[in-house]
């Protein structure tokens, strides 16, 4: 199975730059591409870049959540700076989280492996907690050995 564990975490706050995602959330291929579109125009347009320079660490969050009965994505940082003004401030809730650890070749291959394997495999499979909604985000935390190496966030609660 893959490689994850529970951890308790304070609440934290991610300011990030939106996209609503139009695909059907059974889509993959389709939401996965609307994201990998999204953080490609947010990287070459430089708003990404300045949210960068703002941050108060090294980690980029790609962060999902459902606001107003839509699928959001975001691209944010942890920051304690004043947001740009498009940006939206994302709050997690301290508790319990399903962390599931993994690595990729690019960012957009982490996110995918991991949102795979937390909602593909490990959800369905472990008793004793479940995931009930709230933001959930793939944590980018650095590279080596040529990979570019994260964990996935979600919060749960126990059953």
Request: proline fraction near 4%.
């Amino acid at each position: 199975m893959a490689n994850f564990n529970l951890e308790e975490k304070d609440s934290f706050t991610v300011v990030g730059l939106g996209t609503e995602i139009k695909s059907d959330y059974t889509d993959f291929g389709g939401v996965n591409k609307e994201k990998a579109d999204f953080w490609q125009a947010v990287s070459q347009d430089g708003r990404f870049d300045h949210l960068k320079s703002i941050a108060k660490n090294d980690y980029i969050f790609a962060v999902n959540e459902a606001v107003n009965n839509k699928m959001m994505h975001y691209a944010g940082v942890m920051t304690e700076a004043s947001p740009p003004e498009e940006a939206r401030v994302i709050q997690f809730p301290k508790g319990e989280y399903l962390v599931v650890k993994g690595e990729g070749k690019t960012p957009d291959e982490l996110n995918v492996t991991l949102t795979g394997i937390a909602f593909g495999e490990v959800l369905p499979e472990v008793e004793g907690f479940s995931y009930v909604g709230g933001p959930n985000a793939t944590v980018e935390m650095g590279e080596r050995n040529g990979l570019v190496f994260g964990e996935m966030w979600i919060p749960v609660v126990r059953k």
